[in-house]
């Protein structure tokens, strides 16, 4: 039933309104902005007669044909009368987008509790309440408050809508998108266990990311994701995990001390990917939206730049990766290409004046090594020899492209963050930029980590 | 003599070039670029009459008038002479920019130990070789073949001139900036310590940054910076770290192994700040150039997203801070500004309604508090109800300008990176921009660490 949330043959969006001060304008307009939306629209509501050139009706009971989904955006103290008319209309599924129940007080916690009893026993789902809302990318569908995300591979489920609202900025910033999104706010019923399974088996949600604050079923929730992590990588960050965090989580989704070193632990025992803040998260959301799993752990490092191939091999060892030796087959094949001042070893230091055809020739040898199975190309862009700021990095990227992306590329563009240019490559070319040493080992150590893990599962 | 390289009367160039091609002409353009260089400039080569319009001698030794600075930037294999020919001219220091000395084998060791002898005998001292150069923004001097970085507080001493390029790519998006850099690359005479005494002394450097990968008298390097640290901040980020790490800089600048948990323990003995990587380097830089020293350490949130508190909070709990318990007094203050379903606990949920009006009142009443020392305003750029992308910037911004900036205002914008509006809001007000919960926490633990080291030292 999951699945005619994301793809509803018809909506009824109760408590529209034209009012653009109100959230539940936005989430009226967010859904009427796809004309090509495939579902049918009703807008419910006692204040007008149209919104935005479309009839309104008074009640969901004077709907004449079947509701599959009823989004609810009134006041709290009405919504229960509403949640009747929606069991009367026998809808299929309920969003509560409204806030005001479980995370506010006990008579919150009572309230929402009927809803979710009454709506049990009349067969229909409910998301929420306090939550943002859900999307589904692939048909254009904002049934939500916040912006739609960026289109993409990743599937989300936050019990936070701002978490996911910043998410998608920085997806956004990233060249990454959503295919489905879900809040599910205060989870009465609809819990992130039911939404794992339906992306479990949607072909369009190729990675799984969580952003949760407190688990009721931590059992249920550790079978899922043990059995869907070898099929699809699973990304979580967790919200209170301390006691100023559970203190401000109570208040925020009324959420319940979660027992944080046992659920680390069974996250950790299912395979999937836990991070430590949002930086990771997007980080990991990258590594695995663009890159393919490597073969074996060898890294091969090229730069111009000797401090941030230091910095990077720090990070290495650190995380525990390993650097590749060089063969004498890949030194004779890397040397034509270099002045005679550079070092033949690992990190290959090749010093400011390399510009994009040593770029191009030295990460396709590295890539094209069987020695090498990850390839980290460091860069700081130069600002001198009149070199353009994107040439390199168009080097090392069509080196990939050229080696049909069977490897794992690391573009480590050291603080690059200003160019544009490169920015603009990599959208157009839907590969990665990192932009630190230690992002960028970080990324490697997912990989190495997940390759690992599957090859235990097989 | 130090401050001479900073402040030179006249400058030759020796090996200036016109070909855009080479890493002279880079140093040539930047220094002739300032047309209100009050240093006098002389151009050496063998090679042209003339570049950029100005006449050029055949050697130092030609030119009529006593000369301060030597830059050389001829080929390894000339340097020898061209020392001679400095020493002769009696200059006062001279700055080798070319590379191939000491970081490329023993005989590169051995003629880089006897120009150090040579130039001490003479009463020289000499910068680098294998060094991008100086630079000293407030007399516009960019004596690197690097870009000059933006104007600021900051001196930085790097052992990598890439690191300080990227470095200053990073300032740049974050409106912070240099007064003076120096690249001290194989370090064969002026060391860390010489330079660091000099930004010891010198007005207009604020705070002391530090990219080393090998330091020859640890001892010494202890003693400054236990004397500098309590007037000046101090941050500093050390590559080769590890074996990995060591081997890449063994060839990046002739770096020998350190004892890095000695250095580490005399670092933290000292004071001074040690960074783990350059995203806390660069955030240490933004908050000690930023923002004042709190006088305790109690922490008053506010947020418009339960998401960015929650994550904040838990970070806040991990680093050891403490956030503030609400006093009566402030309550009273806060609720009139607030809607009925907001929970009057710290961190304050105003949830998405709050707009440019609560986060002026609520941030000001925070910064008001006698029982509050640090105010984090947290907020997500809300997508919908009409609200402007930097109008809840803008209100807590004014609210730290009206109580006089008197305590840190730590705004965490929520992976808020997309916004330019906020980034320029942000430059012309000279205030700091924190884009997610584990920055914002990392900059207050900065913060309060050193307001503890400073009452100890006092």
Redesign the interface.
């Known amino acids: 039933m999951i699945r005619e949330f994301f793809y509803p043959k018809s909506i009824a969006v109760i408590g529209a309104t034209a009012n ?4 539940g304008n ?1 989430v009226t307009i967010n859904i009427l902005k796809n004309e090509d939306l495939i579902s049918e629209v009703y807008l419910i509501t006692k204040n007008a007669k149209e919104i935005e050139g479309r009839g309104c009706y008074q009640s969901i009971l004077d709907v004449p044909k079947q509701v599959d989904i009823a989004i609810i955006l009134v006041p709290s103290k009405a919504v229960e009368a509403i949640i009747e008319e929606c069991i009367e209309k026998k809808v299929r599924g309920i969003i509560i987008v409204t ?2 129940f479980g995370e ?1 007080d006990d008579k919150g916690k009572i309230i929402e509790n009927r809803i979710a009893i009454k709506c049990k026993n009349a067969g229909i789902r409910v998301i929420g309440p306090n939550c943002v809302g859900i999307q589904n990318n692939d048909i254009n569908l904002n049934a939500s ?3 739609a995300a960026p289109k993409g591979n990743i599937s989300m489920i ?6 996911a ?3 998608f ?2 997806m ?2 990233e060249n990454l998108g959503c295919s489905k999104f879900a809040n599910i706010g205060n989870n009465i019923d609809v819990s992130f266990v039911d939404i794992l399974e339906y992306f479990y088996g949607d072909d369009q949600s190729k990675i799984i990311s969580i ?1 949760m ?1 407190t688990i009721n079923d931590g059992v249920e929730f550790y079978n899922v994701i043990k059995k869907i992590n070898p099929d699809k990588p699973i990304i979580i ?1 967790k ?7 559970i ?3 109570s ?3 009324g959420a319940i001390a979660t027992n944080n070193k046992l659920l680390e632990a069974s996250i950790k025992q299912a395979g999937a990917i836990l991070c ?4 990771d998260f ?1 980080l990991a959301l990258k590594t695995h939206s663009l890159l393919p799993l490597p073969k074996g752990e060898k890294i091969g490092v090229l730069t ?15 995380y525990g990766l390993k ?1 590749a030796e060089f063969s004498n087959e890949l030194l004779q094949k890397l040397k034509p290409h270099l002045i005679s ?1 550079v ?1 033949l ?1 690992n ?1 290959l ?1 090749m ?2 004046v390399a510009g994009e055809k040593q770029y191009y020739e030295i990460t396709k040898a590295m890539l094209e090594d069987p020695q090498i199975d990850i390839v980290v190309p460091c860069l ?7 070199m353009s700021s994107s040439e390199h990095y168009n080097g090392m990227v069509r080196a990939w492209n050229d080696t049909h992306r069977k490897k794992p590329l690391i573009p480590l563009i ?5 160019f544009k240019e490169i920015k603009e490559l990599a959208s157009q070319e839907e590969a990665p930029i990192y932009y ?3 992002e960028a080992a970080y990324a490697i150590k997912l990989l190495v980590e997940r390759k690992k893990i599957l090859k235990r599962t097989v």
């Open positions: 653009p001060k109100k959230f936005a806030a005001g506010i408050f916040i912006q936050s019990q936070s809508g701002s978490f609202c910043a998410s900025y920085a956004e910033q952003y604050e960050l919200g209170g995990k301390t006691e100023y965090g203190k401000a989580a208040s925020h989704t430590d803040n949002i930086t997007i111009n730049s000797g401090g941030s191939s230091v910095l990077f091999s720090d990070k290495a060892e650190e650097l001042l070092k070893i990190p230091d010093i400011g700081v862009v130069p600002p001198f020899l009149e050291f603080m690059g963050n200003k630190t040493p230690h």
